[in-house]
């Protein structure tokens, strides 16, 4: 299996609840390297730019007023598999049906308000990359 990288975004809730240390220390844990990382505050034009792809879905408006409603830490992963073993240790989009251990069960608050989000797949997630990283910020 050959080294991966995919996309976190620790949400406007996990940062305003500053859980960005425990979040990272539970990816370590699982394997991950930060190889990339940094703290922004989204506008409507870069939110809006980034869920474009659920624009005719009836939560794009609410998503994207949330997703400018903080700060939120965007950073790059890397481990073998790391799209699907970052899926895996987030953990269900509803925290309720979260798994024990994974990120949404131990932090989110809600389903809207979910503290992270993560790539899909391997080609989305160098779309996602490259939406917030130029190549010399990734350090790996």
Known sequence: MTVQ???SILKPDATERNLTGA???????????????KRV?????QAGAFYAVH???????????????GPVVVQVLEREDAVAKYRDIMGATNPANAAEGTIRKR???????NSVHGSDSAD??????KFF????????
Request: aromatic share 10%; net charge negative.
């Open 133 to 140: 990283f130029s190549d010399c910020e990734i350090v790996g």
């Open 41 to 45: 505050h989204l506008s409507e034009k």
């Open 55 to 69: 624009k005719e879905r009836p939560f794009y408006g609410e998503l994207v007023s949330y997703m400018m409603s």
């Open 107 to 113: 932090f989110a608050e809600s389903i809207e308000r």
């Open 5 to 7: 990288r995919t996309l």
């Open 124 to 129: 989305n997630a160098a779309t996602e990359i």
């Open 23 to 37: 979040i990272n220390a539970m990816l370590e844990e699982a394997g991950f390297r930060i190889v990339a990382q």
